[in-house]
């Protein structure tokens, strides 16, 4: 039984974790900021009726509306949408109880709500970022731009997405964990079904692309906050932020339309009454262009700098890429061939998405290719393109919203509404979207065209408001539905075969009555209870499960919310800090012009900020919370490792590539800049080895520690703690020193780009020290007042892993920043 | 898990290592002194993964997951520094 409050209860979903709650919770807030895109693209549809615009907006405004419309659609519509899906239904195919981590899940989806509020605020603090959504350098920092008053502003949305990006990296954890290890007995990896095939890919692709894209983030931040020069320099900013971003921006693509292309697969596969054709091969193309992804990215700077022999070789790598959606759109409509199709809205929509896809993947093989795109690149060409890909997925998510919506809500939905929502839809994005394929030779960004491109404009103007009718239809047909539908059965599709149609719609609070098992090959359900007691079947291990079953899970917890409350007003503090930072600076000589005036409430939100942060985080930490882990269950190939366990090893290899992608930067603007050119910053390399002793030592005491906690020894345990806690402050002294040291002879992190990336790159890794003596401290806590880790050790080696990795980083940091 | 006398002495080598590579841009050409120490780093990183971080007792499968983090800094870094030679 749940403590949680029902569902017309305010307070529940404040603190619910349940994953079918935070997935509606997705849902409804991802909707929300389609129609925040939305109305801002059809402020800007409605000023390009004409060259030069009506009037609308001027030209900052006109910036600023395109740079938030792309925001919103790309992060916080599309990618939270499918997580929302991915939330409410992958546990339920998979046949796991809840995501592995459900406080990490509901505060996942806080960070993502107030990432969101801290763009919408922007637009009040002197306006929003306006250098577009790829945030090209030099653009990407007030300095390059005309408005230095809307430093503000546009930190907030930077913030606003550095947020955005540790949702996603949170989230991406938990559900690598729960598909890896929380599988149904008998549910190998070859049947899952193909939108958590499709789902377990993206947050793949997930962890590596967004772990750069938070590095990009934290580096322009540090420019924006800190006045540092990585995206100011006068040589290789820009180079070194297109790789970066598009290292994350094409992927981002595959993220984006991977769970779009697993409703396609759900949708079909129902609505033909067939199993998809070449179901493996299919699987297997999901997984190459997976990879793929990553192998492309320099075809989004065919017009810079980089040689030629790279450009060709990403034509080659974006052509390949190709190759494997030939064979998933072939399959599709095969399966369509081999089936009976029934033509409801679900399907429409889909097949709808197929059409506008292949249409879209057509056109951006032409910017593939190297020649084709000097002349494609930076036209409307590419914003039709764009459009075509992207929307053609949220096609498929609206289709996908149709399909499980009698799931979630328990109404059914009329047939006829849906379809006038699908025709209305179809006729709108086609009128918006194919005159700018007609309209091609109009520069991306600006909103002065040729005249006889007018019309084109024009229709596309039109169009707009069409496609956005659909949507209110949509939201009609929903409402309608609500109110007067009539109630669904478990599974109102015939053939729909995976595990959420063997359930009631709207599933209970605890998904199963028995438990689910694919032992047969089929699914099935274990009633566990009599298992136990009718005549003595459960033994041994499996008798321990039936008893690990029986644990009552808990599906309430304050806290992710108040993290994400401390965190927003941490961040919107942050937002303001610049003005003193540059009074800061002025103060030692080192003029910024235009900064805007110092507003004492941004310090003092700030302030406010870590004293929340500081008070959740700690109630969070010792809030008994019990998130059972399935005692039976598939787990190749992370079997022999837990939850936790495996949860940590995921964020390190995300925060291997955070750091690998800011020492990748050193790297490369120090080849930009000419190695043997580049001034060492430490005044001398013995700080540097003096504190390689002391991680190193800090090291050896923590795997003491693990050894201590593991013979019971609370004396021992504290000791080691204690030790690594003081080598940790005896590390930051040390810096302190040298930072200290370069102060006093004038030189700061603005003196030049040297300097910039060293106190950016340590200051990180000091970062990560200062959290982890925090940590260090909280543990010390628990041991001295309730003897913590004496039963269970694992808290202990879970903060060495974290620590080894912080020592790690360092043994890299030393030669490179020290030595060489 | 290893017994304290492993611990120590992966401790002692590690201390080694470090000195080493400061020993290396001391007393070698700055190239030979390059070579070396990214070699020593790996070995250093490899004994703090390995022992300190237990991989070497964890399902190969995590290996790899963090492999592949290494191959994804190593893509990026290569190939935007030969995009610029």
């Known amino acids: 039984m749940s403590d949680l409050p029902p569902m017309t209860s305010v307070k529940r979903w404040l603190v619910t974790t349940n994953h079918k709650d935070v997935g509606i919770l997705y849902l409804i807030t991802a909707l929300f900021f389609l129609l925040f895109g939305g109305v801002l693209a059809l402020l800007f549809r409605l000023h390009l009726w004409e060259s030069g615009g009506i009037g609308l907006l001027d030209g900052s405004e006109y910036n600023q509306a395109v740079t938030a419309h792309g925001f919103a659609m790309v992060f916080l519509f599309l990618s939270p949408f499918a997580a ?212 492309v990215w320099m075809h989004h700077m065919f017009l810079t700098t980089i040689n030629l022999e790279i450009k060709t070789l990403m034509m080659a790598t974006t052509i390949g890429i190709s190759l494997p959606f030939d064979l998933m759109v072939f399959a599709l409509i095969y399966t369509m061939v081999k089936g009976r199709v029934r033509f409801t809205t679900p399907f429409l929509f889909s097949l709808g998405a197929l059409v506008l896809f292949i249409l879209g993947g057509i056109t951006g093989v032409f910017l593939g290719a190297v020649v084709l795109d000097y002349e494609f690149r930076g036209t409307y060409w590419v914003v039709a393109h764009f459009h075509y890909v992207m929307v053609s997925g949220v096609t498929a998510l609206v289709g996908g919203l149709f399909y499980w919506w009698p799931k979630i809500t328990g109404k059914m939905y009329s047939e006829a509404l849906g379809k006038l929502t699908f025709a209305v839809y179809f006729i709108g994005f086609n009128l918006l979207y194919f005159p700018q394929f007609l309209a091609w030779e109009t520069p991306r960004r600006v909103f002065h065209f040729a005249e006889g491109m007018q019309i084109y404009h024009q229709i596309s103007t039109v169009g707009a408001f069409v496609f956005g009718i659909s949507f209110l ?173 495996m949860g940590v090893w995921v964020f390190l290899a995300s925060d291997v590539v955070v750091f690998g992608a800011i020492i990748g930067a050193y790297i490369f603007m120090r080849l930009h800049h000419g190695w043997g050119e580049w001034t060492t910053v430490p005044f001398a390399s013995w700080p540097g080895l003096l504190n390689t002793y002391v991680l190193l030592t800090s090291s050896f005491t923590v795997i003491l520690a693990l050894v201590f906690a593991e013979r019971q020894n609370k004396k021992g345990l504290l000791g080691a703690m204690g030790a690594t806690l003081l080598l940790a402050l005896t590390f930051m002294g040390v810096k302190a020193y040298e930072y200290n040291y370069k102060f006093q002879i004038g030189e700061y992190w603005w003196t030049s780009i040297e300097h910039s990336i060293y106190f950016v790159t340590t200051g990180l890794h000091a970062l990560h020290v200062i959290i982890g003596v925090l940590i260090a401290l909280f543990m010390i806590y628990r041991i001295v007042s309730i003897d913590a880790y004496m039963e269970d050790h694992r808290p202990v080696e879970f903060f060495g892993l974290y620590w080894h990795f912080v020592d790690i980083v360092w043994v890299f940091l030393f030669p490179l920043f020290y030595l060489m | 898990m290893a017994d304290v006398r492993t611990y120590t002495l992966i401790y002692v080598a590690l201390l080694v290592l470090g000195t080493g590579k400061f020993a290396f841009f001391e007393f070698t050409p700055y190239d030979i002194a390059l070579a070396a120490t990214f070699v020593l780093a790996i070995a250093k990183t490899l004994l703090i993964a390995g022992y300190y971080q237990h991989l070497i007792e964890e399902p190969r499968s995590i290996t790899y997951m963090m492999v592949i983090a290494v191959f994804m800094v190593l893509l990026l870094t290569v190939a935007a520094g030969y995009s610029i030679q």
Do not use: C
Not at chain 1, 135 to 142: C, I, K, R, T
Not at chain 1, 478 to 486: D, E
Not at chain 1, 559 to 572: D, M, Q, R, S
């Open chain 1, 473 to 645: 239809i949509m939201i009609g047909t929903l409402l309608h539905s609500l109110k007067y539908g009539p109630d669904a059965p478990d599974n109102p599709w015939e053939y729909s075969r995976t595990a959420e149609w063997a359930v009631p719609s709207p599933p209970p609070l605890e998904n199963w009555g028995g438990r689910p098992t694919y032992a047969t090959g089929r699914l099935e359900f274990v009633d566990e209870t009599k298992a136990a007691t009718d005549g003595g079947v459960a033994h041994g291990a499996e008798a321990d499960a039936v008893g690990h079953e029986e644990e009552h899970a808990d599906h309430a917890s304050i806290w992710p919310f108040g993290i994400g409350v401390a965190t927003f007003v941490f961040f919107l503090g942050l937002s303001g800090i610049t003005s003193y930072l540059v009074e800061f600076a002025d103060a030692r000589d080192h003029a910024v012009v235009g900064a805007p005036d110092p507003n004492i409430v941004y310090p003092a939100l700030t302030a406010l900020g870590v004293v929340l942060l500081g008070v959740t985080l700690f109630k969070f930490g010792v809030e008994e919370f019990n998130a059972p882990e399935m005692a039976i269950a598939e787990r190749w190939p992370f079997e022999g490792v837990g939850n936790t366990k």
């Open chain 1, 84 to 295: 929302g899906f991915a939330n409410y239904f992958v546990p339920l195919q998979i046949g796991a109880d809840d995501l592995a981590f459900p406080r990490l899940n509901a505060l996942t989806y806080w960070f993502y709500l107030f990432s969101g509020l801290l763009v919408g605020i922007s637009f009040f603090q002197g306006g929003t970022f306006a250098g577009g959504w790829t945030m090209y350098a030099p653009l990407n920092v007030p300095t390059y731009t005309p408005a230095m008053q809307a430093t503000t502003g546009g930190n907030a949305t930077i913030l606003g997405l550095t947020l955005f990006v540790i949702s996603i990296t949170i989230g991406t954890v938990n559900f690598m964990v729960t598909i890896h290890r929380s599988r149904a007995e008998g549910l190998g990896l070859w049947n899952m079904p193909l939108f958590t095939w499709s789902w377990l890919l993206t947050v793949w692709m997930m962890l590596f692309a967004f772990a750069a894209l938070l590095a990009a983030l934290l580096l322009q931040l540090s420019d924006r906050l800190f006045l540092t020069t990585y995206f100011a320099a006068e040589q290789g900013s820009g180079l070194l932020w297109a790789h970066i971003f598009w290292f994350f921006g094409h992927p981002e693509v595959y993220i984006v339309f991977f769970p779009a292309l697993g409703v396609m697969f759900e949708t079909f596969q129902t609505f033909t009454g067939r199993r998809l054709v070449g179901r493996k091969w299919v699987i297997i193309a999901m997984v190459l262009v997976a990879v793929q992804s990553f192998l």
